[in-house]
Nanobody, 120 residues
């Protein structure tokens, strides 16, 4: 059974850095794109960054120049390095993985989320 395991959230002061990790466990044919979203109360979930299976990264404007997404395909893991954090980056960060199973079906999996809090 495929699961998403996130780690790395926490409390940091404005201007600080955090690195989030997202590991895909379980048996899959392949992992396609991986992405980080964030959500705050009363707001819809928003894409933060996405990385394709061949390493092409895309970012929301809010994180461009401050955030960097990467992946270690050998370990089925993606990372989100967040620098120069701002109080408005405070949110629950959720990892999403687009997986192809052994029947060649594309399935989206979500993690439980990890809290990031940035104090001013």
């Amino acid at each position: 059974q495929v699961q998403i395991v996130e780690s790395g959230g926490g409390l940091v002061q404005a201007g600080g850095s955090l690195k989030l990790s997202c590991a895909v466990t379980g048996s899959t044919y392949s992992i396609l794109a991986m992405a980080w979203y964030r959500q705050t109360p009363g707001k819809s979930r928003e894409l933060v960054a996405r990385i394709s299976s061949d390493g092409i990264a895309n970012y929301a404007l809010s994180g461009e120049g401050r955030f960097a997404i990467s992946r270690d395909s050998a370990k089925n893991t993606a990372f989100l390095q967040m620098n120069s954090l701002k109080p408005e980056d405070t949110a629950v960060y959720l990892c999403n993985a687009e997986v192809m199973d052994w029947a060649r079906r594309k399935i989206n999996y979500w993690g439980q989320g990890t809290q990031v809090a940035v104090s001013s």
